[in-house]
């Protein structure tokens, strides 16, 4: 635990102007990212007495080591710089909205020639209109299925789109009439962009224009005796009216706008959200976070705008948005939402009358989200915290393991020799920490094996040491550790530090071996070497699932129903699973080589070229030297090169039909091993 005081910068020293200060840990992480007014008053208030201090604040400054601050010019400036701080680097105190779900949006490609109506989620994508968010995508679904019939748009995917154009038959929508089959020449490009962009402004809620135009229509062919257009037409407006009873009208005056809306307690705090666009509610979506930070209702309402509105532009930030509490730096914010719309936008709290009779509705909706989050969240953090405590107490740890680390190596036969490490944090995997690694038999500049061969104690050995020499670099590079201490190999460079997380900077709590004994005496014989003594070791190994321990004669058997056992039994099959999927790469890549590859200053296009003048790699092998000059770009020296190196490599074995046995003949270079 670190004493503020002894990284306090002198008060003369702050400006006394806007910014954002970032406050870093020992090991020049970012922790925590902030923006003030004034950075001199802002950064005081955290070097006071501890004692008066909020508990979280008083944290994130005891794990503090460092601080530090960018002027900005504007406040507007400083909410903006901000957010893309805490986007790049993630701190751990700041609050971060969790979203349990990718939500779906009604997406029109008008983007393409011809526009496609689709389910979507994910990041938006230049050039397409989004409607939604929507809490379901058969909702979606729905709504499309009744609007196709007044507006027929493509909503086939491009491979269907283009075997209809081949053929000249459209799919079924369009023989039943929803879709207008621009695809075999019904309309042509313009004619169907017409009609998405009509769709289009039905769903932004022009509504009423249209379905008067269509009633207009409906009674002028009645009256020229055309009673099969008008009924037509007259269904049409019911599929219309049936969509827009989906979204029911909330606020009379055919309002854009969102409403915001927070319900919380003293460590977490859930976040609702619901799009209104004329009048009708479009979109609900919500997000939970831990409060990390010190932060009240009108924080969490600013961190939210920043979430919701990050990246967003134009029409996807409404004229209106309603929240329960204003955020500190109103004006800020507002310019801020003006400049991402391109317009005025209004920021308050409903007052009275409808939008006030919504906002509770959101908020109790947000009220309910909280409780469903806890009650799973409740049985989820008792089952991992039960399973690592287990873990502690039969491996004797001092501490519960909160990061742990797993490693296996994977081959085939000896060759291409692989390991992964993966991690997880709190009993859950953090792919972003996954590495993988190839065998070398050596460590630096040091060959410590020859490395080919089945030999996974020799590769665990490696492994360990190769990811712990990294750690102590890091340590090394942050004056935590000497060069004396580290005993050999280091990196010669490391990258300028950003606050970014180091790829091995993290130590583990314990790490675990894919194996038994052997593995495990490997791993802390590599730790040893290290000088490395706080990183606890064991093995899980597949016959009987028993965890082993370094000098251990037996192994500590866990209970077939115990959590622990499942945790480190589902951090070993990651591990394990991770490293064939790399082992297989690596062999898929190895096998499609071509024995011209071995020829030096020979491109693509030249192996191309003469592939295609001679048919096959196996009648190139039996071109002579002359032969091979006679393709257009080969001299003498080259095509002596491209013949020496087919001689020198081996054809592979035939291929057999495992069917009939019969020897399979290969006319295009001898291998068939795919």
């Not at 009650?375 to 502690?392: C, G, H, M, N, P």
């Not at 194996?515 to 005496?521: R, S």
Request: charged share 30%; hydrophobic share 35%.
């Amino acid at each position: 635990m670190a004493d503020p005081s002894s990284y306090r910068p002198k008060p003369g020293q702050i400006p006394d102007s806007p910014g954002v200060y970032k406050f870093r840990d020992e090991h020049r992480r970012v922790i925590y990212v902030g923006k003030a007014k004034s950075l001199r008053q802002r950064l005081a208030s955290y070097f006071q007495d501890l004692a008066g201090l909020h508990p979280r604040t008083r944290t994130m400054v005891t794990t503090a080591a460092s601080v530090e601050w960018t002027v900005v010019s504007t406040e507007v400036e400083a909410l903006q710089l901000e957010y893309s701080w805490i986007k790049e680097f993630d701190p751990r105190f700041n609050v971060k909205y969790r979203d349990d779900k990718s939500y779906p949006y009604l997406a029109v490609t008008l983007n393409e020639d011809f526009p496609r109506v689709q389910v979507m989620r994910g990041q938006k994508k230049k050039g397409v209109r989004y409607f939604g968010p929507y809490s379901h995508a058969w909702a979606i679904r729905d709504t499309v299925d009744l609007l196709l019939r007044v507006f027929p748009v493509r909503t086939c995917s491009a491979g269907v789109f283009k075997n209809a154009e081949r053929t000249g038959r459209p799919c079924l929508l369009g023989y039943i009439g929803k879709c207008s089959a621009p695809c075999v020449g019904r309309v042509d490009p313009q004619e169907h962009r017409e009609l998405a962009e009509e769709f289009c402004d039905f769903m932004a809620g022009r509504t009423g224009t249209y379905i008067r135009r269509l009633e207009k229509d409906m009674m002028l062919a009645a009256e020229d005796m055309e009673y099969e257009k008008a009924a037509r037409l007259r269904d049409d407006i019911e599929a219309l009216r049936r969509a827009m009873e989906k979204s029911a009208v909330v606020l009379a005056d055919a309002t854009d706008a969102d409403l915001i809306a927070v319900a919380e307690d003293e460590l977490e705090a859930a976040v609702q959200i619901f799009h209104v666009r004329g009048g009708r509610v479009r979109g609900q979506r919500g997000w939970v976070t831990d409060k990390v930070e010190a932060v009240d209702t009108a924080g969490l309402v600013e961190h939210a705008l920043q979430q919701l509105y990050g990246e967003e532009s134009g029409d996807a930030v409404p004229k209106e948005v309603l929240v329960p509490a204003l955020p500190e730096d109103l004006d800020a914010i507002t310019q801020w939402l003006t400049d991402r719309r391109g317009s005025n936008v209004s920021l308050r709290i409903p007052q009275r009358g409808d939008k006030k009779a919504l906002m509770e509705t959101v908020g109790r909706n947000a009220q309910q989200a909280l409780v469903l989050h806890k009650t799973k969240r409740a049985s989820d953090l008792t089952t991992r915290s039960r399973a690592l405590e287990e873990i502690a107490e039969a491996l004797d740890l001092d501490t519960a393991p909160l990061r742990i680390e797993c490693f296996d190596v994977s081959h085939l036969q000896g060759e291409d020799v692989v390991a992964s490490m993966v991690v997880f944090e709190d009993g859950l995997p953090r792919k972003s920490e996954y590495r993988r690694f190839q065998i070398k038999g050596r460590v630096g500049d040091t060959q410590i094996w020859h490395g080919e061969g089945q030999d996974d104690v020799r590769s665990m050995h490696e492994v360990i040491t190769r990811r712990f020499r990294r750690y102590l670099a890091e340590k090394e590079r942050t004056g935590e550790w000497t060069l004396e201490e580290t005993d050999g190999e280091v990196p010669a460079e490391l990258p300028e530090d950003d606050g970014r997380p180091k790829k091995f900077a993290y130590p583990p709590q314990l790490v675990v071996v894919d194996g038994g004994q052997p593995q495990v005496a490997a791993a802390q014989r590599a730790l040893d070497e290290l000088g490395i003594d706080d990183v606890a070791v064991c093995g899980l190994a597949k016959r009987l699932e028993e965890v082993w321990l370094p000098g251990d004669d037996d192994p500590v058997v866990l209970p077939r129903t115990s959590e622990g056992l499942y945790l480190l039994q589902r951090v070993r099959d990651t591990a394990h699973d991770f490293a064939i999927r790399y082992q297989r790469t690596k062999r898929h890549k190895r096998i499609r080589t071509s024995p011209l590859d071995a020829v030096p200053g020979l491109g693509d296009a030249r192996k191309q070229a003469l592939i295609k003048y001679f048919g096959s790699v196996k009648r190139l092998r039996q071109a002579t030297i002359e032969q091979i000059c006679e393709v257009p770009g080969f001299g003498r020296k080259t095509a002596e090169a491209v013949a020496v190196a087919l001689a020198q490599a081996a054809p592979a074995a035939p291929a057999v039909n495992t069917a009939t046995g019969e020897i399979m003949e290969d006319d295009d270079g001898g291998t068939r091993n795919d």
